[in-house]
């Protein structure tokens, strides 16, 4: 099995995304507005943290808008490497935001409700050049897009990766203490983790260490 890459979310500052890459953090997540949930910081620190991140280290920005023009505002002003759907997006969107020439590559999330998710991943990944399965409820009056801190079905996650030759991330309540059984039953490309590596809101180096070395143990 290839090593499990490991992206950590909801980066609040500089400083924690020098913790984040000293750690071994292969991409970080930066969260723009959003209706719910952890995490969100203004434009500006997006950009300035994007700028900052030393390459191969991936910034994504996580993105609720859903419209290529909006979409295509928030990359120019900042300036990610990814841009990560945490709403759905229409395939021919993400296919004009392309041909845009940005040079940045797309992921969409799918949020993990039931079995559904398959049919979404696929359709999903006919554009889009990665798939992040969540645990969210987008279909509620205050939409959850991402952040709920809770695992779902990891059995549909593992036949959304046995189906698609795409990438997919794996996000939705991991920890140092699960996060090697949800690698070894999914086999994901990628680990995603927000409040799992979080002591009293505040990425936590000691918990990030236990998470990266969990997960390294389970795809060796």
Same mark, same amino acid.
């Given at each position: 099995m290839a090593r499990v890459r490991v992206k950590v979310c909801c980066i609040a500052s500089r400083d924690e995304a020098d913790l984040a890459v000293k750690m071994g953090a292969d991409a970080v997540g930066l969260v723009s507005a959003m209706p719910s949930g952890p995490g969100p910081i203004e434009e500006p620190l997006i950009r300035q943290i994007a700028d900052h991140l030393p390459p191969p280290v991936a910034s994504f920005l996580l993105t609720s808008e859903t419209s290529a023009d909006a979409i295509a505002d928030q990359i120019r002003r900042c300036r990610p490497s990814v841009v990560q759907l945490v709403d759905w997006v229409e395939p021919q969107a993400i296919r004009r935001l392309r041909k845009s020439g940005f040079g940045v590559r797309f992921v969409q999330v799918v949020h993990v409700e039931d079995d559904r998710a398959i049919e979404a991943a696929r359709l999903a990944a006919t554009e889009a050049d990665a798939i992040l399965l969540d645990s969210g409820r987008p279909s509620l009056a205050v939409p959850e897009l991402g952040g709920t801190g809770r695992t779902h079905d990891w059995e549909v996650s593992a036949e959304i990766v046995r189906r698609l030759a795409k990438p997919v991330f794996l996000a939705g309540g991991l920890h140092a203490g699960n996060?090697?059984? *949800?690698? $070894?039953?999914?086999?994901?490309? *990628?680990?995603?983790?927000?409040?799992?590596? $979080?002591?009293? !809101?505040?990425?936590? !180096?000691?918990?990030? !260490?236990?998470?990266?070395r969990a997960v390294l143990t389970a795809s060796a």
């Open positions: 996060v090697a059984e *949800a690698v $070894r039953q999914v086999r994901p490309y *990628a680990v995603d983790v927000c409040s799992g590596v $979080r002591q009293e !809101g505040r990425l936590d !180096g000691k918990r990030l !260490g236990d998470f990266i």
